[in-house]
């Protein structure tokens, strides 16, 4: 291990072969970098107090400590660090902390690494034990345990071996490093570079400057890029990173500094959204009726290319001369099918890896919890087609997080489940938990979505159904995933996996400028959802969100939605012993997006009235000894028509019982 970390690796370009007369000078190279290395061991224990900064405003700190310790008969080196955020995000003050405790050996490798974190209501606690060319890890959250294991390599390292490895080389300038670093913050192990680029005069405040040496870091596996200046004696003392489009910045302080910091409340950072952010240069009607988009995308650094995923829902179509890039966008559903390949699958041998790690559950999608569990059946019933049961999970998700904020930073699944409260990644995580606990491969996916004039940072999932993947939208909950989301990133969420699956996402976020060319809307969008039924005295249509009582021996023919202008939902005759009676059909429209009645409807010649405390117009005609009685009543993304024919004699009592009776909040 020491070895590994003391001898300079060069740099990732290839590398040219060593000849023999240079042997000597590497050992002797090695050797130096050792005695520098001691030296930093001699400086234990050692404090450094940071203040954090994102985006030009004080938002944090972090305490770190490391020190000599024996346990269980051995010398290891012990990194203890605490911190705080507080950041402000679409006008909520979300507030994050966490606490890692690690041992290493003194050559760098590490033995253990504890780490809590609170991102949500509750903590989250991780332990992880390194063992025989094993990461072995525990990860609690919301008072269950997932245990899970991680092959690493004899060479990783944690925090004290990248410094150690670091503080050795900062005398010699242009000295490179690579290396293997365990990353708590993404549970898996992460491609390290360095490099030294020599002294430089920082001016640390008004009036005083120091000379710091100035080391370059890569993380390659998530693109991040990061400047770090230390003191003589190795200390951080600046540094300097951008993170999804966020400026982040730390700066060595006094404890008694940051104890003002920590024990404060005023320090909050920018809203951390809106770099992300990428305004539209005109307003898109009906967004969530798009079918096909075409989008110009551009980097923001200069001579950048850009990469953005390709796959099935977004292809590239040419990159220009400018280095911009057109991509064309689809929302895509599968065909109608009644084949058996629709059939929920089990996480067996017989599928491959990705699949499998679809259906798994993780510390952050527990959908193997009997609450997941419980909600998930209760959901799809009886149904046996995986994409009714997904859109039919995706409704629910949408209508049962109740608590829509952003106060959240971030909610496993049963988190969610149990709090009902978070923004589009918490909808996500529980749509992904319920979709897996019943036996469909789902996935987190991370990107842009176009709303209100913006492309904003969002989250919403992928489904697997007969061997393609589908976009849904817990947030929208409208049975598909509509053009204008751009994906950046595609995850399982599995343990270990978050340096792969979140550098994706970092490339993009607050990198990227959108701007749409073409733009084709649906005419009418009629989500296949399972359709309504009886429910004893009632119908009730879960997909469409409407309920009513009907008399008793009403005859009913329920139907599942088609596409047109309209969509038949219900057919119900009822015929009474006196001989009043009615003929009911339900068709639903979808709203206008301005918020206007549909212009196919004569909304200008009902009578404003109200439904279960939606707005509804309502016609009566009379046509001899017969009337016909319509409601029209506006719900959510849907426009409902309640039409009454062949009314007679005293059924118009009854017709207004049943309209007294529509729920739309069941």
Sequence with gaps: MQDAIATQRGSRSRRPAIQPLHLCLIAGLALALHGRSQELLDRLPRDEFLIVKMGGQDAGWTQRRREIVELDGRRLVRSHEVGGIRMMRLGSTVEISGETTSLELPGGGPVSIESVSSMSARETKTTVSFAEGRANIATTTAGRTQNSTQRIDDSVIGPFGLERAMVARLDQPGAEFEGQLWMADVGSVVEVWAKVVGKEELELEPGRSATLTRVEFEIEKLGMKSTTWYDAEGRETRSHATVAGIVMETRAVTADELGRMRDGKEAVSGDVFAPSMVKEAS?????RRSERAVLRVRSRETGAAVEVLEDARQRRLRTLEDGSALFELRAVTPAPTAGFARTPLAADESLDADLRANLAPNSAIQSDAPRIVEIAEKIVGDETDPW????????????????????VGFASALEVAEDRAGDCSEHAVLLAALCRAARIPCRVVMGLLYIGGI???????EVWIDGEWYALDGTLGLGRADALHLAFSKMTLADGNGAAEFGALLTGLG??????????IAHSLAPSLARGRIDGDRYVDEAFGVSFRLPEGARTEVLRPSGGIGFDLLRAHSRQDAGAGWRLVLRGYEADAEGDWPEFLPADEGEETSVDGRPALHFARKVGDETTLRWLVRSGPNVFEFRFSDVEGDARALVEAVIASVDFDR
């Excluded at 492309?455 to 999932?461: D, K, P, S, Y």
């Excluded at 990198?511 to 084709?520: G, Q």
């Design 511 to 520: 990198k990227l400028d959108v701007e749409v060319l073409e733009l084709s």
């Design 283 to 287: 307003f898109l009607p009906a967004a």
């Design 388 to 407: 009714i049961r997904a859109q039919l999970i995706e409704r629910w998700v949408e209508r049962n997080v109740t608590d829509k904020n952003f106060d």
């Design 455 to 461: 492309w904003g940072g969002h989250a919403w999932n």
